[in-house]
C-alpha cells in the first residue's frame, strides 16, 4: 500500500511538471545542446590559460585577550567594560593589522621598499599583454614617481585578507600575489609589524594608565565624601526613610478609583440612554415601557399584569355583553385608572432616574478630584524617589571606582616591567607551490554548464511559447483523449491522391494510422452512431481524414459521408467529381425540395454512400432545428452502420456548434505546426457553451522521422521493417 502511495505521488509530480515535454526538448535539440556548450567550455578553457596566476601565502596567529591584571587607558576611564572587549577583540585585532598603523611601518624601511619593487617586476607577462606586471600597471606613471610607499601601501591592502576562525582567538592571514616569494615577503612583514605594534602599544598604555589612576584616587577620595554630604542632607531635609511602601499604597488608591470611575460611568450611559428614550417616547407608555430598566420595576410590572387581567376580563365580558352593561362600564373604568395609574408611576421612576443621574455626575466629578489628586502625590513621590536614588548611586558608584582603581593601582605597579604580545604564531608564512587561481577545470566546467542552462532555456522558452501545436504532448493539458496521431505523407505516388489513400496506398503508413482510428473508433464508439469530423480552422486535414475515415468504415459496415460545409464545399473538387457540384445534397433534402434517393452518390471505387451540400446556402440554421436535424439523422441511423459528417471549421462559422447539438459524437482534428493552441481552447469554449463535448482529437500531419526520437509515434519505423518481410 505504501509503494502504491509512493508510486502515485511520484506520477501526479510528474504530471504536473511535464518532464516527458523538457525531456522531449532536450532530445529534439540535442545536437545544439551538445555542440554550442562545447565551443563555449572551449572559450573558457582558453580565457583562463591567458588569466595570470595568483600565488597566496598563509598565516595563522592566536590573538589573546590581555589578562585582567594588564591596564589601559579605556579601563581607567569607564570602569569594567571587560565583557564587551570580549565580543569585540578579535575584530579590533583584524582592524588594527590593516590599519595604516601597521602597514606603515612596513614601507618605512628603504631595503623593504626597494626588495618589494624588485618582487613586483618578476610577475610573469600575460598570454595577450606585451608588459610585465609590475607596480607600473597598476599605478600611472606620475603617481609611481611622487607617491611610491603609498602605491605600495595600496597594493597590500588590495590583496590582504583577515578572517577570524569561528568561535575561537584563532585569525588567519592571507596576501594574494602573481609573484609567490613576494606574497610570503609581505606576509611576513605585515606580522612581524603587528607584533612590534602589539607590544609598543601595551607598554606605552600601562605607563599612561599608571600616571593617570594615581591622579583619579586623589580625586576620588574627596568625591566620596561630597556624595555621602548630599545623602544625608537630602534625607534629612524631605523627611525620608522609605518611599517604597507610599508608592504602593498610593498606587492601590488610584487603582481603586480609577475601577470606581469606571463602574460608575457605565451607570451614569445607561442612565442617559434611558433618559434619552424616555425623551424620544414623548410620554407613549407603550415606548417607555420598551425600556428595561422602567419595565423591570415590580409595581410597574404589577400594574402591567392587572391591566392585562382586566383586558382579558372585559374581552369575556363583551362576548356576552354589550359596552353600556354596568359589567362592562366598570371593566373598562377600572382600567382606565390602572393606566392613569401606570403613567403616575413611569413618571416618578422617570423623576426617580434623573435624580439618580445627577447624583451619579457629581459622584463621578468628586471621584475625579481624588484621583487627580493621588496622581499629584505619586508624582510627587516619584520625583523625590528619583532624586534620592541619584544621591545613592552617586554614592556607590564612587566606591566602587574607588576600589577598582585601588586594586587596579597595585597590580599595575607589579607587572608594569612584565609586558609582552599576547599574539602566538601558530604557522608562519609558507612560500605557495601552486597558484590558486586559475582554476582551469573549474572555469571550464562553468562556461559548459552556463551555456548548457542559458541554451536550454531558451529553447523551453521557445518551444512553449510557440504559438502552434507541434507534437500530441502540446494537447495533453486538454484531457481529451487523443484516438489517433496520423503521419505526413510527403510523397504521394504517380496516380494515387491523398483524398483516398487508404484504397490506393493500403501498406502506406497513413493508411495504417487509418486503420487504428478505426480500431479505436469502433472500441469507443458504438454501431449505428452518427460522427462528426471538424477542425479549428481550414486547411488542418478535416476533409482528407474524414474521406479516409469513412473508406476505412466501409471495410466492416454500411457507411455513409455527408458534407455539410453548404458555404464552401470542398469534397467534390476532392475527388475530381467537379461535374456533379451543381448535385443537390444535404442542403436541398433539409428544405425539404427533393427526395432522399436523388442525392446520393457513391465516392469513387468504393462503397461510401456520399451525400454532397447541396446548393450553396449562407445560413444552415434557416433551413431546420437542432431537434429536426437529430431525427434525419436518426433515420439515416436505421439504414447505415455509420454516419460520418464532414463538417465546416468551427471558428469561422456556427454551422458545426448547430450541427454538433444533433450527433453521438464529435471529434476535433488538429494539424502539427497549423493549428494554433488559442484556436483549439476557443473552439472547445465554444463547443462547451452549446452544451456538448468533444470526444476524442485526432492529430493530424505528424513529421514521423523527428516523432521517432520524441516518443509519439514510433510505430512508423517498426511498420517499414514489418512491411520488408512480407
Aim: charged residues 25%; proline residues 2%; hydrophobic residues 40%.
Amino acid at each position: 500500500m505504501e509503494n502504491n502511495t509512493l508510486l502515485n505521488k511520484l506520477e501526479s509530480i510528474n504530471e504536473q511538471l511535464n518532464l516527458t515535454h523538457y525531456w522531449i526538448i532536450l532530445l529534439k535539440y540535442k545536437r545544439i545542446l551538445i555542440l554550442a556548450p562545447s565551443l563555449f567550455c572551449l572559450l573558457g578553457f582558453f580565457i583562463a590559460l591567458n588569466i595570470n596566476p595568483i600565488f597566496q601565502s598563509q598565516a595563522t596567529l592566536v590573538i589573546e585577550e590581555s589578562t585582567k591584571n594588564i591596564v589601559n587607558i579605556e579601563e581607567v576611564y569607564s570602569g569594567d567594560t571587560r565583557g564587551m572587549r570580549n565580543l569585540n577583540y578579535i575584530n579590533n585585532q583584524i582592524q588594527i593589522l590593516e590599519s595604516d598603523e601597521v602597514i606603515g611601518t612596513i614601507i618605512l624601511q628603504e631595503e623593504v621598499v626597494t626588495k618589494i619593487e624588485k618582487l613586483l617586476g618578476k610577475i610573469p607577462k600575460n598570454f595577450l599583454l606585451t608588459k610585465k606586471f609590475n607596480i607600473s600597471n597598476l599605478f600611472s606613471q606620475d603617481e609611481l614617481i611622487d607617491e611610491p610607499k603609498i602605491n605600495i601601501k595600496k597594493y597590500i591592502l588590495d590583496n590582504l585578507t583577515v578572517t577570524q576562525i569561528r568561535n575561537s582567538d584563532v585569525v588567519n592571514i592571507t596576501i594574494k600575489s602573481g609573484n609567490a616569494e613576494l606574497a610570503k615577503f609581505l606576509l611576513e612583514q605585515l606580522v612581524d609589524a603587528y607584533l612590534k605594534y602589539d607590544v609598543d602599544t601595551k607598554i606605552k598604555v600601562t605607563n599612561y594608565a599608571n600616571k593617570q589612576i594615581n591622579v583619579r584616587l586623589s580625586k576620588l577620595l574627596e568625591q566620596m565624601e561630597i556624595a555621602e554630604q548630599k545623602l544625608l542632607k537630602y534625607k534629612k531635609v524631605n523627611n525620608l526613610i522609605d518611599i517604597g511602601d507610599i508608592k504602593d499604597l498610593k498606587i492601590d488608591q488610584i487603582k481603586s478609583v480609577s475601577k470606581r470611575i469606571i463602574e460608575v460611568n457605565r451607570e451614569l450611559q445607561k442612565k442617559q440612554n434611558d433618559l434619552i428614550a424616555i425623551k424620544l417616547a414623548e410620554g407613549n407608555v407603550d415606548e417607555l415601557l420598551a425600556i428595561a430598566d422602567l419595565r423591570s420595576k415590580k409595581e410597574v410590572d404589577a400594574i402591567r399584569t392587572n391591566i392585562n387581567a382586566t383586558n382579558n376580563s372585559i374581552e369575556a365580558l363583551q362576548i356576552i355583553y354589550t359596552n353600556e352593561h354596568p359589567k362592562v362600564k366598570k371593566s373598562l373604568k377600572t382600567k382606565e385608572n390602572l393606566e392613569n395609574r401606570l403613567v403616575e408611576i413611569l413618571d416618578e421612576n422617570i423623576a426617580a432616574a434623573a435624580f439618580e443621574l445627577a447624583n451619579l455626575q457629581g459622584f463621578i466629578n468628586s471621584s475625579e478630584d481624588e484621583l487627580e489628586l493621588a496622581k499629584f502625590d505619586l508624582q510627587e513621590l516619584e520625583e523625590k524617589d528619583v532624586a534620592l536614588q541619584q544621591y545613592v548611586r552617586d554614592v556607590e558608584t564612587n566606591n566602587r571606582i574607588y576600589e577598582t582603581f585601588l586594586q587596579r593601582m597595585k597590580e599595575t605597579n607589579e607587572v608594569k616591567e612584565l609586558q609582552s604580545s599576547n599574539v602566538r604564531i601558530i604557522q608562519s608564512a609558507l612560500l605557495p607551490l601552486k597558484p590558486i587561481s586559475p582554476n582551469i577545470l573549474k572555469i571550464t566546467l562553468s562556461f559548459y554548464l552556463i551555456s548548457f542552462g542559458l541554451i536550454f532555456f531558451i529553447l523551453i522558452y521557445f518551444e512553449f511559447n510557440s504559438n502552434t501545436v507541434v507534437e500530441p504532448s502540446h494537447l495533453e493539458s486538454l484531457n481529451i483523449p487523443i484516438l489517433a496521431t496520423l503521419p505526413s505523407v510527403k510523397n504521394i505516388g504517380k496516380g494515387y491522391h491523398l483524398s483516398q489513400i487508404f484504397l490506393e496506398d493500403i501498406d502506406s503508413e497513413f493508411s495504417e494510422s487509418i486503420r487504428t482510428l478505426r480500431t479505436l473508433m469502433v472500441a469507443k464508439f458504438k454501431k449505428n452512431k452518427s460522427i462528426l469530423l471538424t477542425s479549428t480552422y481550414s486547411g488542418e486535414g478535416k476533409t482528407t481524414i474524414s474521406l479516409n475515415t469513412a473508406l476505412a468504415f466501409s471495410k466492416i459496415g454500411k457507411v455513409i459521408l455527408i458534407e455539410t460545409d453548404i458555404r464552401r464545399p470542398s469534397v467534390l473538387n476532392i475527388t475530381s467529381r467537379a461535374d456533379e457540384i451543381k448535385k443537390p445534397g444535404f442542403s436541398d433534402i433539409l428544405q425539404g425540395d427533393i427526395n432522399f434517393s436523388e442525392i446520393i452518390t457513391k465516392l469513387p471505387g468504393s462503397d461510401v454512400d456520399l451525400m454532397t451540400s447541396g446548393t450553396r446556402r449562407s445560413d444552415l440554421t434557416d433551413l431546420t432545428t437542432p431537434i429536426k436535424l437529430k431525427e434525419f439523422f436518426d433515420r439515416l441511423k436505421e439504414i447505415y452502420d455509420y454516419v460520418i459528417l464532414d463538417t465546416p471549421p468551427i471558428q469561422p462559422v456556427s454551422d458545426t456548434l448547430f450541427i454538433s447539438q444533433a450527433t453521438d459524437h464529435n471529434v476535433l482534428i488538429a494539424r502539427s505546426n497549423v493549428t494554433k493552441v488559442a484556436g483549439i481552447k476557443s473552439a472547445l469554449k465554444k463547443i462547451k457553451n452549446v452544451n456538448v463535448k468533444i470526444d476524442g482529437l485526432i492529430f493530424n500531419d505528424l513529421d514521423t522521422s523527428k516523432a521517432s526520437y520524441y516518443g509519439y509515434y514510433q510505430y512508423g519505423g517498426y511498420y517499414n521493417k514489418y512491411k520488408s518481410y512480407s
